[in-house]
């Protein structure tokens, strides 16, 4: 009788999900398996392989993994497994040969707990995965916590070094005022085979209580020349440091700006969680480094939350750097609301052939008590304005107070934007919790023109073909900055013209156009968009 009635509970949701694919703008799809058992995922990240973009990993705690070979829209889930223990804190990354990192904490049966930092390493995409290397173990006491990975994809001589930043505690949640945390660095030159001994980032140390006096959060990101960036939370708000040498040696420390209210967002004097609904959150920052060939090349980025404007109102904020991190922008808020509501767990990603901006985060705008959305913000202008669109299909409640982790992600790579969060559904007086991701073209969100923000166009640009492969249709964007008379066409790989799909006066703004290729052969072709003063191609393959 138990099994029957389970059988109709995971019925119901199967059909609740499969339901919510049919709303919203942006399709949402569940990428997970694993929301009917004592394990749910939360604490979720996601990479994208630069060597082939069709190429997704994805993990959650404690030790999920997930994989997709179709850019994102179908799904492979599997446990990763070590001899040093798989014990959470995922963080990927992919280095520029599509060689796949997956960063955890240990838990060894036999050692200490949180002893190291563990770095795996797949050359398959994620299939076969090596036992890994243990960095920073240092006991009996200190535990290595809250490690983040990038690999470095710049021109410079350190191109596909791995870089890993993280929490060193004397003792992990010691109240002793001579036990006390750190920032420390690490980095692998040779594939993740080996990793040099860490070095101390923070000037300034903090405490071991696991909160806002404690060094958390570091996330490294690359620079064009070698630079190594980093930033962090602790006692003195959001702190920055570099390295200019590929993360050998570091600098001073430079402040940012305050996080009001702390990291952690608990209520004064208690270990209760100042989001409504939530066991946990904080607003730990992002680092990002902008390496295209935008107008913004070499722009530092660092995105964070904090409760500034009311302990009822956490809020993402922004804050940029055009000298190499010697000063930075006032915060700016990301969320453009107007609202006493909570915006929460905050993520960046820079999609490096464009130099977009995307931050996705969790919001209560729209909706009451603890109902929670996702919005994605996006700036195509190195950071001086965000406009949000809403990318999740339905709200879920967290009226139980469920725990999703300590982050969410995004990652971007020429034009498709796939963010991952987690969700949580009431079926039968149970939760279950499930991951979420979509597919986003950055046209599709750069369209969506909202009431308080809309984007400035100041550039041309042709898009990449969606679906590509395709058969027989495909959809083709551009983006035009200026009224002018716009030329698009497509031609074979000889250079013969197949079909002119777009010829007329055009306002600023960004355009779609389909072309059907069902009277052709497959094969690649070529499209091009000219104006008087400007030309750009793309290729597609068309496969029949």
């Known amino acids: 009788m138990h099994r029957f009635i389970r059988l109709i509970t995971i019925s119901l949701y199967i059909l609740l999900l499969l339901s919510q694919t049919s709303l919203g703008q942006f399709r949402n799809i569940r990428i997970d398996n694993t929301g009917f058992n004592n394990y749910q995922p939360n604490e979720v990240c996601i990479a994208v392989n630069p060597a082939d973009p069709n190429m997704i990993a994805a993990g959650a705690n404690i030790s999920y993994l997930y994989y997709s070979t179709d850019g994102g829209f179908t799904w492979t889930t599997s446990n990763l497994e070590s001899s040093f223990h798989v014990a959470g804190d995922p963080s990927l990354t992919y280095d520029g040969l599509g060689n796949l990192y997956y960063g955890h904490l240990s838990a060894p049966p036999f050692g200490y707990w949180l002893d190291r930092i563990v770095v795996q390493k797949s050359s398959d995409f994620g299939v076969q995965w090596s036992n890994g290397s243990g960095i920073g173990h240092n006991p009996p006491n200190r535990k290595q916590d809250k490690e983040w990975l990038t690999a470095d994809l710049s021109q410079s001589q350190h191109r596909n070094n791995i870089y890993m930043a993280w929490t060193e505690f004397d003792e992990y949640g010691s109240i002793l005022q001579t036990d006390s945390t750190r920032i420390l660095f690490s980095r692998s030159t040779d594939h993740g085979e080996t990793w040099d001994v860490p070095v ?250 909202d009431d308080e923000s809309e984007v400035v166009i100041n550039e041309y640009r042709l898009m990449q073909n969606y679906p590509n492969p395709f058969n027989p249709t495909t959809t083709i964007g551009y983006q035009v900055p200026e009224k002018a008379k716009i030329s698009l066409k497509v031609y074979d790989v000889l250079g013969n013209e197949i079909e002119t799909l777009v010829d007329e006066e055009k306002m600023p703004g960004v355009y779609e156009v389909n072309f059907n290729g069902s009277k052709l052969s497959s094969g690649t072709y070529i499209y091009k968009l000219y104006t008087t003063e400007y030309s750009q191609s793309g290729k597609m393959i068309l496969l029949k």
């Open 200 to 449: 101390r980032v923070s000037d300034k140390a903090g405490n071991c209580h696991d909160d806002d006096l404690t060094v958390e959060g570091a996330v490294p990101a690359y620079g064009l020349d070698g630079e190594v960036y980093l930033s962090w939370s602790g006692p003195l708000g959001i702190m920055f440091d570099k390295s200019l040498d590929g993360g050998v040696t570091f600098g001073k420390d430079v402040f940012v700006a305050d996080q009001p209210g702390g990291w952690n967002f608990r209520l004064p004097g208690a270990y209760v969680c100042s989001i409504p609904g939530l066991i946990r959150a904080n607003g730990f920052p992002v680092t990002v480094c902008d390496n295209s060939d935008s107008p913004h090349r070499g722009s530092i980025y660092i995105n964070w939350s904090d409760q500034r404007n009311g302990l009822d109102n956490t809020d993402i904020f922004f804050s940029k750097s055009i000298d190499g991190g010697a000063t930075w922008s006032s915060p700016l808020k990301v969320n453009n609301d107007d609202t006493h509501r909570h915006q929460y767990f905050n993520w960046m990603t820079v999609d490096q052939t464009t130099g977009f901006i995307y931050i996705i985060f969790y919001d209560r705008r729209n909706t009451v008590k603890e109902d929670t959305e996702v919005y994605l913000a996006v700036s195509i202008d190195g950071g001086s304005s965000f406009k949000n669109v809403l990318i999740s299909e339905e709200p879920f409640s967290s009226t139980d107070g469920i725990f999703l982790g300590d982050y969410i992600g995004i990652t971007a790579y020429n034009g498709k934007v796939h963010p991952i969060w987690c969700r949580a559904d009431m079926i039968a007086n149970n939760t279950y919790v499930s991951v979420i991701t979509a597919v986003i073209d950055d046209y599709q969100v750069i369209t969506h023109v």
